[in-house]
Structure formats: structure tokens, C-alpha cells
């Protein structure tokens, strides 16, 4: 099975962080550039939208521990023949630093050993990569760095 990991440091505490990411509003300032409806709580169903692609992609949030971790699963963006290949398992998790800044780990799970697989799983490993850095520019300056990126 295809994973990744990608982490970063924001320079702000863990709740405010946490928030960022939970809450709909504040995760369509920097991220869901199509907006994002509901929060993520356990058990709900959250639905993402993206300027860059077509359609609401809807994730499914299995564990929230506040300031601490968020589990999620959403369509692995792998077909074979038409076929879904089911869906990966995001985890999010946060940590307090000694300096009182974040660290945020991402990692991501699910996709098979294929060249459909590979490709789903690095265009996913970018996007969070993006991710990452469009978080850390919101919540440090109030910057929207994907504002006209794919537009």
C-alpha cells in the first residue's frame, strides 16, 4: 500500500492551528478554494470544493482529538476500468513545540502498488504540500496564496 508524510512548523499556537483547520470558513480562506461545508467532528461528512477541479468531494471524518489529531477518509482518485478503488486515510496531527509553535504532520494512506496509485498518491502528497504552505501563510500573515493560483 502507497503512503506518504509530509510535516511543517506554523508559527502560532496548536488551538489556533486546530481551528484553522476544523473550521469550515476559515479552512476555505486558504485551502478549499470552492468553500467547505460543515465542520469536522466525528462521524460527520464534510464536503470540499476546489477551483481547480470539478465538484464537491465529500470526506468522511472518522477521529477528532482537539488540538491534537483528525482522521479523515475521501475517494482514493484511483479507477481502474471505471472502477473506484475504494478511499485513503488522512491523518492530521498537531504538537505543541517548546517555542509555542505547531508542528503539523500529514500523512496519507490507502493507494495500490499501480501506476494509477503512484500517480494519485504524489498529485495528493503535492496538494498537501500546498497545503501546508497556504496554512501557514493564512494563519501567520492573512495571506490566500492559492487566491488566482489556478484561475
Known sequence: ??????????????????????????????????????????????LWSFAEFPGQFPVRVSEVVKDRKIVLHWASDEQTDGEDQGETTVTLELSELDDG??????????????????????????????MLCCLKAFVEHGINLRDGYYA
Open 1 to 46: 500500500m502507497l503512503s506518504f508524510s509530509v510535516s511543517g512548523r506554523i508559527s502560532k499556537p496548536v488551538s489556533e492551528v486546530f481551528e484553522a483547520i476544523v473550521n469550515p470558513d476559515r479552512l476555505s480562506g486558504y485551502f478549499t478554494t470552492g468553500g467547505a461545508e460543515g465542520r469536522m467532528e466525528p462521524g460527520a461528512t464534510v
Open 101 to 130: 509553535r505547531t508542528l503539523i504532520n500529514i500523512s496519507e494512506e490507502g493507494w495500490g502498488e499501480t501506476a494509477k496509485g503512484s500517480k494519485a498518491s504524489y498529485g495528493n502528497c503535492e496538494g498537501w504540500t500546498q
